[in-house]
């Protein structure tokens, strides 16, 4: 199951994690994303219109990989899954999640912030893991203080991560891609700004190309 997940992100360093209000707003969005450089978004389960976008863009985007995220129980999973979500997305863990994921087989990114929890999730068979609240949870220092007596997990840090801090992010040698927000901010969505999006994203893209050039990856 994690080791489909890090396949499915080999070539990417940076995931979108989108809110979308509007149904609307599903494919001009992840397609300014997509013409930007950004291929795999991850759309989060807070919204009414939440599965219906992810099935829109399923369906119309095809090429793009789209996971699930917010993901918290059983009922949201088996939803994200019949909607065509690529891969599931949770900011945490618990027993009942985790036999839902095997037992549907899904490529799952599971939530920690706690020593103990990424052992637990280690010792369950998950070996990438999302580090979230990651600026709230220790940031980049926590990540080099657990690459040391841990260094068989890699990280997807997300939570209050910005364009200036993503590349300090991925310059971790624990750290295979982070998650954000910043290149498509509310009111950018709102006002249907698909050219600021599209030119943040690119500017998202070149900055983690060149960062993982330089950190050998």
């Given at each position: 199951?994690?080791?489909?997940?890090?396949?499915?992100?080999?070539?990417?360093?940076?995931?979108?994690?989108l809110?979308i209000?509007?149904?609307e707003?599903a494919?001009?969005?992840?397609?300014?994303?997509?013409?930007g450089?950004?291929?795999?978004?991850?759309?989060?389960?807070?919204?009414?219109?939440?599965?219906?976008?992810?099935?829109?863009?399923?369906?119309?985007?095809?090429?793009?990989?789209?996971?699930?995220?917010?993901?918290?129980?059983?009922?949201?999973?088996e939803?994200?899954?019949?909607?065509?979500?690529?891969?599931?997305?949770?900011?945490?863990?618990?027993?009942?999640?985790?036999?839902?994921?095997?037992?549907?087989?899904?490529?799952?990114?599971?939530?920690?912030?706690?020593?103990?929890?990424?052992?637990?999730?280690?010792?369950?068979?998950?070996?990438?893991?999302?580090?979230?609240?990651?600026?709230?949870?220790?940031?980049?220092?926590?990540l080099?203080?657990?690459a040391?007596?841990?260094?068989?997990?890699?990280?997807?840090?997300?939570?209050?991560?910005?364009?200036?801090?993503?590349?300090?992010?991925?310059?971790?040698?624990?750290?295979?891609?982070?998650?954000?927000?910043?290149?498509?901010?509310?009111?950018?969505?709102?006002?249907?700004?698909?050219?600021?999006?599209?030119?943040?994203?690119?500017?998202?893209?070149n900055?983690?190309?060149?960062?993982?050039?330089?950190?050998?990856?």
């Amino acid at each position: 199951m994690n080791k489909n997940f890090q396949n499915i992100l080999s070539n990417t360093s940076v995931i979108p994690v989108l809110v979308i209000e509007d149904i609307e707003d599903a494919v001009p969005l992840t397609l300014a994303l997509s013409n930007g450089g950004l291929n795999v978004i991850e759309i989060t389960l807070r919204t009414p219109s939440a599965l219906k976008a992810l099935s829109e863009i399923k369906n119309s985007l095809p090429d793009i990989v789209v996971g699930a995220g917010t993901v918290i129980n059983e009922k949201n999973l088996e939803d994200a899954l019949n909607c065509g979500a690529d891969f599931i997305v949770s900011p945490g863990m618990t027993p009942t999640l985790l036999e839902a994921v095997k037992i549907n087989n899904a490529p799952f990114l599971p939530g920690a912030s706690t020593p103990s929890e990424m052992m637990h999730l280690l010792e369950s068979g998950f070996s990438f893991q999302k580090f979230f609240p990651a600026e709230t949870s220790g940031g980049v220092d926590m990540l080099n203080a657990i690459a040391g007596p841990m260094p068989q997990i890699s990280f997807c840090p997300t939570g209050g991560i910005s364009l200036l801090k993503a590349g300090k992010y991925l310059l971790c040698k624990n750290v295979s891609c982070v998650g954000g927000s910043w290149m498509a901010k509310p009111e950018w969505i709102n006002n249907k700004n698909w050219q600021q999006i599209e030119n943040s994203a690119r500017e998202t893209s070149n900055l983690t190309h060149s960062k993982y050039l330089k950190s050998g990856h």
